[in-house]
């Protein structure tokens, strides 16, 4: 009986699982000139994996990010599995939204909300931080990317609509 039960209990989670959906994701972009070219799509295949259009020379995909967007606000995650820590600082980071017309939102972060709510800590290699966005009521269908500028290295990150 017990193990009946932990069998139904781990149908529900992969299930519950599988249903959650990113409506964005990306990565580090190298190239700031062009990052739109060096990152063209992002798309689920048949089995259910994100796969992305993009240049790997001019990309870094260590260091990945998803959102989800929430009608009212983005829940924006950053990953960093690169063996270096992210800088994060709350007066230099900007996180923007391009619709597909080229209208640019500057999105404000509501969590952490200051440099007192450990914003500024670093993102070390294998953490993962969300941020809360807003400044953005549209449809999820008029977004071309959402962009992350971060700390003094200006780390740039891209994330494109997932199709």
């Known amino acids: ?3 009946l039960s932990l ?3 781990i149908l ?3 299930s519950c699982a599988s249903s959650f959906r990113y409506d964005f994701a990306g990565f580090c972009i190298l190239d700031k000139q062009n990052p739109q070219k060096v990152f063209t799509a992002a798309r ?4 259910g994996k994100i796969v992305f259009s993009y240049m790997p020379k001019l990309s870094y995909t260590n260091i990945t990010c998803w ?3 929430n009608g009212h606000s983005i829940d924006f995650t950053i990953s960093n599995d690169s063996y270096n820590p992210l800088e994060l600082n709350y007066f230099l980071d900007s996180f923007e939204l391009l619709t597909n017309d080229g209208k640019v ?3 404000e972060v509501l969590y952490p909300f200051n440099k007192f709510m450990n914003y500024s800590d670093p993102l070390n290699p294998g953490d993962k931080k969300t941020f809360i966005l807003t400044g953005f009521n549209g449809s999820l269908n008029d977004v071309n990317y ?8 200006d780390t740039f990150l891209l994330l494109r609509p997932v199709r």
Do not use: C, R
Not at 44 to 47: A, E, G, Q, R
């Open 1 to 3: 009986m017990k193990k």
């Open 7 to 9: 069998f139904f209990l």
């Open 12 to 14: 529900i989670l992969l």
């Open 44 to 47: 689920v295949d048949s089995s």
């Open 67 to 69: 959102a989800k967007y």
């Open 105 to 107: 939102f500057k999105l």
């Open 146 to 153: 959402i962009s992350a500028k971060l700390g003094i290295s």
